[in-house]
C-alpha cells in the first residue's frame, strides 16, 4: 500500500503537457470561433452571420473555386506520386536514402521560401501567374504528403499477396488491379486527406501563385480579420465554421472508405 | 488480343508434347543440375531431382537448407542460376509463375484480405481460361454458376462449406490454412506445392491438419510437394522424404528406409534421435566399434574402412545387470517421455542414448545389446583432410596460411600440390604459439574410443583431428601437422577445373 502512494509519475502524467498545449491553442480558439459566429454585433446571439454566408452568391462560388482547386492539386498528385511510390517501393530502389533526399529534404526548407523559388522559376520560363500555376505550387508543395503514406503501405505490403495472385493465374497487370491497387487504397486516402484538408483552407500559394481571379475562401477569410473591422469578425468566424464543417465532412468520408476497404465486403457471392 | 490464338495453339503444342513425355517416363517434374546463388551464396548446388505424377514428396531440411528456395524455383518465383526444371517433359524456368500448372499454399497462407473466404477461393478460377471449340477464340471463362459450384466444392472439401461469406481475419489460423489450401487446389493444378504450411499452428492442430491433407492427396490424385524442417512431419506423410542440406540432397527414400537407413551421419542425426559412432569393417558383416568386434548386416566395404555408425535408441536391447549383453554400463538419467523411458547409459566410456518401455532408474548397473541389424553402418562423409598447396622450398609447403615441415620429394619449389593429411596425422598444441598455424575449435565429437575434433583456420579451412584428448569448443588452439603421414599429389589448375564434378 505504502508503495503505491509514493508512485508519483503515472504514464498518463506524460500526456498532461500535450493537453494544456491542445486546451489553449486548439479547444480555446475553436471556442472563440464558435462563439464570434454567433454573436452578433450588439453582442446577442444571432444566426445573422451565417445567413450573411449563404446569402453573398460570391461566397459560394468561391467554395466550389476553392474545391475545384483542391481537388484537382490532389487528383495531378495522386496520379504522380502513386507511380513514385511504386517505383521507390519496388526492391531496387526501396532506399530510405534516396527517398529522402529527393522527397524529404526540400521539406526542411521553409514553404514560403519554397514557393517563393519556384514562382521565381516559372516566371523565368514563361508562365505567368494563372490559375494553372496556383495548382502547380499546390502540387509541388504537398507531393511529398501524397507520397509517404502511398510509399508506406506499398512497402511494407507482404509481397506474398504478389506471389499468391501470380500463382493462382494473375499476370503483373491484373495482379497489380486486383491485389496491389486495393491494398494500397488506405494509402491513397490518408494521401488524399493529408493533402486536401490543408488546400481547402490554404490561401498563401494561390496568393502567391495565382492571378487576381483565382481567390480561394481561405483569403476571403484571412482578409475580413486582417481588415481590423471588428464587425468582420462574427462573418469570417461563421465562414470560418462552414470550412470547418465541410473538412469534417470529407474527412468521415475518407475514414469511412479507408475502414471499407480494409474489411471484406458483406454479403457473400460471387 | 491477336496472340491469343497463338498462344492456345503452343498450350495445345506444349500439352502434345507433354503427353509424349509422359509416356517416356511417369516423372510429372524432372529437375536437372539447379544452382541458385543468392549474392554469392550458393544455396542450392548441382541439384538433380525427379518427382513422380501423383506422389506425396517431402522436402525435409534445416533452416536455410535451400528446400524452400527449390519450391519457389518450382513455383517460378525465382529463377535458377543454373540449371532447368522440366512440368512433363517441358522447360519451365522461363515461364512465369501466373503461367505454371502448379499452386502454391503459402507458409502464412497470404490470403488476399480485401477479399473474403470465397473471393479468395474464387480468385484463381476467375482469371481461368478453358479450351471451348464454340468460342469464338477457342477459350472461354467460367461461368458465375460454374465458379461458385467450383468454390463451394473446394471449401467443402477443406471443411469450410458455410464459411463463403466471412472475412478471412476473423477465421483462426487452422481456417485461414484451409482457405489457403481451398484456393490453391480449386485451380486444379497438377502439381500443389506447400511451403511449412503447418508451421504457425498448434500441435493439436497440425496433427489435424497432417492427416487431412494426406487424405486430400488420396482424394485428388495430384502431386504434392511439401517442405518442411519437422522430420516427424515428413515421416507420417510422404510417399518419399528428400532430405536437403547445405543445397545438397542428402538422400531420396521413403520414410521407413530414411529412417532405417539414413545414407549419411546428417541424415541420421536430422531424422530421429540417434547414437552417432565411429568405427572399423573388419571384414564384411563384423564391425568394431567402442573396441567390441559385432555381427552386423552390412557388406562391401573395404577391410579396415572407417565408417559412421547409427543405432537408434529404441533398437538397443537394455537389461538390468552387468554381462548380459555386448556392453555393461550405468545408467546417469532417465526421463519419462510419455510413452516410453529416454535413459542416457554409459557404457565403454560412450553415452549411450536408450528407450525403453521400462523404466531403469539413475544408477542402475545395466546390460547393452545390440542385435546385427540394429547396427546401421554408413561410409564416412569425409575420410582425410585434403588441402590445396603450394610447394615453397625443401621439405616445406604453404597451406592454410602456415608453412608446414612435409617431405617435398619429386617437387620443386613453386609447384601447386594437393596436400593428403589425415586425421591422425595432425596435432593440436594448447598454445597457438606452439603451433604452425591457429585455429579455433568449432566442434568436438566423441566417438566411442576418440574425439573427433575440427577446428577452423583463419583461412576459412577446416581440419578434422583424431585425438583422444577432449578440447572445449571456441578454444584458440596451434595446429601442427606430421609431415610423415602426410601425401602430396600435384595440382593441376586448369584440369582440376574441368574434372571437378559438384556433388549432387
Keep these: 500500500m505504502k508503495s503505491r502512494k509514493a508512485k508519483v509519475f503515472r504514464p498518463t502524467a506524460f500526456s498532461f503537457p500535450y493537453l494544456a498545449v491542445t486546451l489553449v491553442f486548439v479547444i480555446f480558439p475553436l471556442v472563440l470561433v464558435l462563439v464570434y459566429a454567433f454573436r452578433g454585433e450588439d453582442g446577442t446571439m444571432t444566426f445573422d452571420n451565417f445567413i450573411h454566408v449563404f446569402s453573398e452568391a460570391e461566397n459560394l462560388r468561391q467554395l466550389g473555386a476553392t474545391l475545384g482547386i483542391a481537388a484537382l492539386s490532389t487528383s495531378i498528385c495522386l496520379l504522380i506520386a502513386y507511380p513514385v511510390a511504386f517505383i521507390l517501393a519496388s526492391s531496387p530502389f526501396n532506399k530510405m536514402a534516396i527517398l529522402s533526399l529527393l522527397f524529404i529534404i526540400p521539406m526542411w526548407i521553409n514553404f514560403m521560401l519554397r514557393i517563393f523559388a519556384l514562382q521565381s522559376l516559372l516566371s523565368m520560363i514563361g508562365v505567368n501567374k494563372s490559375y494553372f500555376s496556383a495548382v502547380i505550387g499546390m502540387v509541388y508543395d504537398f507531393f511529398p504528403y501524397m507520397l509517404l503514406p502511398i510509399y508506406t503501405v506499398l512497402s511494407n505490403m507482404d509481397k506474398s499477396y504478389v506471389e499468391a495472385s501470380r500463382d493462382l493465374g494473375a499476370g503483373p497487370v491484373k495482379t497489380f488491379t486486383r491485389v496491389t491497387l486495393p491494398l494500397s487504397l488506405p494509402g491513397v486516402i490518408s494521401g488524399i486527406s493529408m493533402m486536401f484538408m490543408p488546400i481547402f483552407s490554404s490561401y498563401s500559394i494561390t496568393k502567391m501563385m495565382g492571378d487576381a481571379n483565382t481567390t480561394v475562401i481561405g483569403a476571403k477569410i484571412a482578409n475580413l480579420f486582417e481588415n481590423q473591422n471588428y464587425g468582420n469578425y462574427g462573418y469570417g468566424s461563421a465562414l470560418s465554421f462552414v470550412l470547418l464543417v465541410i473538412v469534417i465532412i470529407v474527412m468521415l468520408i475518407g475514414s469511412f472508405l479507408s475502414s471499407r476497404t480494409n474489411k471484406a465486403p458483406k454479403g457473400g457471392k460471387a | ?504
Excluded at chain 2, 546463388?37 to 513422380?52: A, H
Excluded at chain 2, 514428396?57 to 517460378?76: D, E, H, M, N, Q
Excluded at chain 2, 591457429?438 to 568436438?444: E, F, K
Design chain 2, 1 to 504: 488480343m491477336d496472340n491469343s490464338n497463338k498462344a492456345t495453339e503452343t498450350v495445345i503444342a506444349t500439352e502434345n508434347k507433354a503427353s509424349v513425355a509422359v509416356k517416356k517416363s511417369d516423372n510429372i517434374i524432372e529437375i536437372k543440375g539447379i544452382t541458385k546463388v543468392f549474392d554469392g551464396v550458393t544455396v542450392l548446388d548441382n541439384l538433380s531431382l525427379s518427382i513422380k505424377r501423383g506422389q506425396f514428396v517431402t522436402l525435409l531440411g534445416p533452416s536455410g537448407c535451400g528446400k524452400t528456395t527449390l519450391l519457389r524455383l518450382i513455383a517460378g518465383f525465382q529463377t535458377p542460376t543454373e540449371g532447368e526444371i522440366y512440368i512433363e517433359g517441358v522447360p519451365i524456368t522461363s515461364v512465369p509463375p501466373h503461367k505454371r500448372p502448379v499452386n502454391t499454399v503459402f507458409q502464412k497462407y497470404a490470403l488476399f484480405p480485401h477479399l473474403n473466404v470465397f473471393k479468395n477461393v474464387a480468385f484463381g478460377l476467375k482469371l481461368k481460361k478453358i479450351p471451348d471449340a464454340t468460342a469464338k477464340k477457342g477459350y472461354r471463362k467460367l461461368t458465375k454458376a460454374e465458379i461458385e459450384e467450383k468454390v463451394n466444392r473446394a471449401l467443402k472439401l477443406v471443411g469450410l462449406a458455410d464459411y463463403g461469406h466471412r472475412d478471412v481475419n476473423s477465421l483462426s489460423g487452422g481456417q485461414q490454412q484451409r482457405v489457403a489450401i481451398a484456393r490453391a487446389i480449386v485451380c486444379e493444378p497438377k502439381v500443389l506445392l506447400l511451403d511449412e504450411p503447418l508451421g504457425a499452428l498448434d500441435l493439436k492442430m497440425r496433427k489435424e491438419m497432417q492427416i487431412e491433407l494426406k487424405k486430400m492427396h488420396e482424394d485428388l490424385g495430384i502431386t504434392f510437394i511439401f517442405v518442411t524442417h519437422d522430420q516427424e512431419e515428413a515421416l507420417t506423410m510422404s510417399d518419399v522424404v528428400v532430405v536437403i542440406n547445405d543445397g545438397v540432397i542428402q538422400q531420396i527414400a521413403r520414410p521407413k528406409k530414411i529412417y532405417d537407413e539414413p545414407s549419411n551421419a546428417f541424415v541420421a542425426d536430422f531424422i530421429g534421435e540417434s547414437n552417432i559412432l565411429s568405427g572399423t569393417m573388419e571384414k564384411d558383416y563384423t564391425i568394431n566399434f567402442l573396441g567390441r568386434s559385432l555381427a552386423c548386416v552390412d557388406k562391401g566395404f573395404e577391410k579396415n574402412e572407417r565408417v559412421d555408425i547409427v543405432i537408434r535408441p529404441e533398437d538397443i536391447v537394455i537389461t538390468t545387470g552387468e554381462g548380459h549383453g555386448h556392453f555393461n554400463g550405468e545408467v546417469l538419467s532417465t526421463v519419462f517421455k510419455g510413452t516410453y523411458y529416454e535413459m542416457e547409459v554409459l557404457a565403454s566410456f560412450y553415452e549411450f542414448t536408450v528407450q525403453s518401455q521400462k523404466e531403469f532408474p539413475k544408477g542402475t548397473k545395466v546390460s547393452l545389446e545390440i542385435l546385427p541389424d540394429s547396427i546401421h553402418i554408413m561410409k564416412k562423409m569425409l575420410t582425410i583432410n585434403k588441402y590445396i598447396g603450394e610447394v615453397t622450398g625443401e621439405n616445406r609447403v604453404e597451406i592454410c596460411g602456415g608453412e608446414f615441415e612435409i617431405p617435398t620429394e619429386g617437387f620443386s619449389s613453386g609447384d601447386d600440390v594437393i596436400v593428403y593429411v589425415p586425421f591422425n596425422a595432425v596435432e593440436l598444441t594448447d598454445d597457438e604459439e606452439d603451433g604452425v598455424i591457429g585455429a579455433n575449435v568449432t566442434q568436438s565429437l566423441y566417438r566411442g574410443t576418440y574425439y573427433q575434433v575440427q577446428v577452423y583456420t583463419d583461412t576459412d579451412e577446416d581440419f578434422y583431428i583424431d585425438t583422444v584428448d577432449e578440447w572445449d569448443m571456441d578454444d584458440r588452439v596451434g595446429v601442427r601437422i606430421n609431415g610423415d603421414l602426410v601425401r602430396l599429389e600435384r595440382y593441376d589448375r586448369e584440369k582440376e577445373a574441368e574434372d571437378e564434378e559438384p556433388q549432387s
